[in-house]
T-cell receptor, first 114, second 116 residues
Framework: GENVEQHPSTLSVQEGDSAVIKCTYS??????FPWYKQELGKRPQLIID?????GEKKDQRIAVTLNKTAKHFSLHITETQPEDSAVYFC?????????????FGKGTLLTVNP | GAVVSQHPSWVICKSGTSVKIECRSL??????MFWYRQFPKQSLMLMAT???????TYEQGVEKDKFLINHASLTLSTLTVTSAHPEDSSFYIC????WGVGAGYTFGSGTRLTVV
């Protein structure tokens, strides 16, 4: 099955700096890669996603890059703000699979210091 | 749109009792529902995949007789934790895929289970 590795497990940045979180996946059939932000006790919230036919996607301060050959994808947050502090999860799924099972990375605790 | 309503949001039960968690798709038909468990400071771990009208598929290491999943209709999936023990205390969350109506996944709001 799919295995998603995520690094770093914790990341502390100063407000205004950029933050980068990296993930690798093992199943070359995976073609959908979402990123979620989760606050304590809440459901994961989709912040951006990318499909395998695209190499990069951007939404305001958030961007995701995908390298299918190397099987890795990254989340980039620019101009970080204290409210960006949360746990971020990457995930991977095969939309052509029988059930579209979503596999999560272990998460990154991002702390943005004012 | 594409909302999954999960209840209860939290529950405290005594050791040895059973607890049922419900997830309802409010404005779409969820043929597949995923059930996750999340321990504190850890990731979401898939427990099982439920398909409407058929038996659930459990991930390796998940006891199917302890975590009973029922997906009797296109809008309702339930997870029953039977004979709960303190080590079952966790955050349980359901998710439905939206590939039939667009893309991605939608998550329930989660259930915090505490077994005392």
């Amino acid at each position: 099955g799919e295995n998603v590795e995520q690094h770093p497990s914790t990341l502390s940045v100063q407000e205004g700096d950029s933050a980068v979180i990296k993930c690798t996946y093992s199943d070359s059939a995976s073609n959908y890669f979402p990123w979620y932000k989760q606050e304590l006790g809440k459901r994961p919230q989709l912040i951006i996603d990318i499909r395998s036919n695209v190499g990069e996607k951007k939404d305001q301060r958030i961007a995701v890059t995908l390298n299918k050959t190397a099987k890795h994808f990254s989340l980039h947050i620019t101009e970080t703000q204290p409210e960006d502090s949360a746990v971020y999860f990457c995930a991977a799924a095969n939309s052509g699979g029988s059930n579209y099972k979503l596999t999560f990375g272990k998460g990154t605790l991002l702390t943005v210091n004012p | 749109g594409a909302v999954v309503s999960q209840h209860p949001s939290w529950v405290i039960c005594k050791s040895g009792t059973s607890v049922k968690i419900e997830c309802r798709s409010l404005d779409f038909q969820a043929t597949t529902m995923f059930w996750y468990r999340q321990f504190p400071k850890q990731s979401l771990m898939l427990m099982a995949t439920s398909n409407e009208g058929s038996k659930a598929t459990y991930e390796q290491g998940v006891e199917k007789d302890k975590f009973l999943i029922n997906h009797a209709s296109l809008t309702l999936s339930t997870l029953t934790v039977t004979s709960a023990h303190p080590e079952d205390s966790s955050f349980y969350i359901c998710s439905a895929n939206l590939w039939g109506v667009g893309a991605g996944y939608t998550f329930g709001s989660g259930t915090r289970l505490t077994v005392v």
